[in-house]
Each structure stands twice: as structure tokens, then as C-alpha cells.
């Protein structure tokens, strides 16, 4: 007997029929099609988070050592204009100030930063018993000790300068990445 | 006082500050220095040892080793077996120079001066 072209399976019913014996097959391997493609978005978007945290973690040290830099600058001009019991005021600020920044950046900041922050925070220090004992004793200091005086409060600036320099660049780092 | 920790740290210290590698800070204080060390510790060399009720230096100079929790965690001075007063002036005229970046002036100098010493032909 002949078989006419009408008898044959057309490709919709041979795909229906495919689909029908295959569909476990075919769910998982869109399954995991789907789960993959979650999976790669996923990474992106925590990526993205973690750079947007860093970014914003970054920025917060930054603004935290331009206030110090600022405090810094006024301690020097207190101690140009001769003020040591403000001076001193200024100094025990910012000192708390860098030993806040030391211990909340522990994790972030590098050795050199954290030896440049140790060094201010000795170098306050320092200039806190030199200004206490020119507040307590009201002797006008001499010229080696307004010298080493202005040296400290310069070398206190200068790393402050130098450290939110730091910090804006691994913003910049950061934004970039 | 026998410390052994504590003689082989001041060694360690005195010859590198005798190399010129330890990098000593000068302070607002005349004759106090400084050097942060790991981002943690920090090492200060004052001329004396201790102060009497009057606040007047006494004893030779002497080292302290701080901690990230300002705790002073060793200190080295003449009553540690081992470390003798010469070993610590010596220490101190170093970690000055290096402070004052003398030995760079103090170059400077002699080559004028040697300049000076020159008979033009």
C-alpha cells in the first residue's frame, strides 16, 4: 500500500512529540541556562556593591583626614601666633582625631600610612607637653623652641597633606576599576 | 636586669640607626625622636632615662617601644644587662643626624670646604 505524503508526521508534530518525550530534559537545560544567567548578574551586582562600598568607604577617609588637615593647619597658626593653651586644646583634638583614624582604618590603610599617622599622632604628642609647659609656666618660649615647634606642627601638616592625597587617589582608584 | 629580648632589640636598633636606616623623626621636643615601625609600633629615643620630682633628665639616653595601644611594651636603657651608656649616646648623636638629614649637610660642607682647600692653577 502507497503512503501518501498527507500520512507522514509533519516537523510540528514531530516536535510536539519530541518535546513530549524530552520535557524533563528540555526544563533542565533551560534550568540551568536561566540559573546561569542569574548567577553572571549576580557577580556583576556584587562587584558593583563591593566597589560602590569601597568608594564610599574611601571618600569617608578622606574627608575624615581633610578635617585633620585642617585642625593641623590651625594648631600651627596657634602656635605662630603664640596661643599654646589653644595650642594644646588643638593638639589633644586632633590627636584623638588620628587615633580614631588608626584604629576604624586598620584594615584598609597601608603600613606607610599608618607609620605617617603614627608619627603625627608622636609628633602631637610631643607638642602637647612642649605647649603645656609654655601655657603653665607663661614664659615666652625661645627661638630654637618656636623653631621646632613650627618644624613639628610643618612635618604634622605635611603628612595629613600627603595622606588625603592617598585617599583621593585610591578614590580615584576605585571609580576606575 | 637581665632581658635578653630586650639587648637584642637595642642591637638590632643601634646598628641599624648607625646605617642610616631607621628612619628617626625629630619632635617638638629637643632631643626626643621618633620612628614608627609596622604601622603599630612606635620606637622613642629621649636623652635620659628618668625624670626626679622636679622634672630634671636624669641617666643616659634611652629607648621605649610602644604599642598600637600606646602601652610601652619594652624599654631599653643602661639597667638592661648588655646595653652600655656609650652604646646609647652614640645611638642618640646618630638617629639626630638622621632626623636632621646632617650627614647630607654635613657633606655639603666639607665639600666647600675642601673646595676652599684647593690651590687654583
Known sequence: MEVSALDQPTFTTRMIDFVGRNWGNLASVAGLIVASVSAYFAKRASTAAKQARQAILSSSLAEEINLAQKLAAEVGNLIDLGQHELARLRCNDLHDRTLTMLKRWEATLPVDSKNNLLNAKAQLVSLRVVTSKLAATAIAPTARQVSQMQDSCGKIRDIFVEEHASAMRRNDEADNA | ?121
Open chain 2, 1 to 121: 636586669m637581665h632581658d635578653p629580648k630586650a639587648l637584642a632589640l637595642f642591637q638590632e636598633i643601634h646598628k641599624k640607626t648607625m646605617a642610616g636606616k631607621l628612619a628617626w623623626q625629630p619632635t617638638a621636643e629637643p632631643n626626643k625622636f621618633v620612628a614608627p615601625m609596622l604601622g603599630k609600633y612606635t620606637l622613642t629615643l629621649v636623652p635620659y632615662t628618668s625624670r626626679d620630682e622636679w622634672g630634671a633628665p636624669q641617666g643616659h639616653p634611652s629607648i621605649m617601644l610602644d604599642d598600637e595601644k600606646n602601652a610601652t611594651i619594652v624599654e631599653m636603657h643602661t639597667g638592661v644587662d648588655g646595653i652600655a651608656p656609650d652604646d646609647l649616646e652614640s645611638l642618640l648623636v646618630f638617629a639626630r643626624r638622621t632626623a636632621l638629614n646632617a650627614d647630607q649637610k654635613i657633606d655639603e660642607l666639607l665639600q666647600e670646604l675642601q673646595k676652599e682647600n684647593d690651590i687654583p692653577f
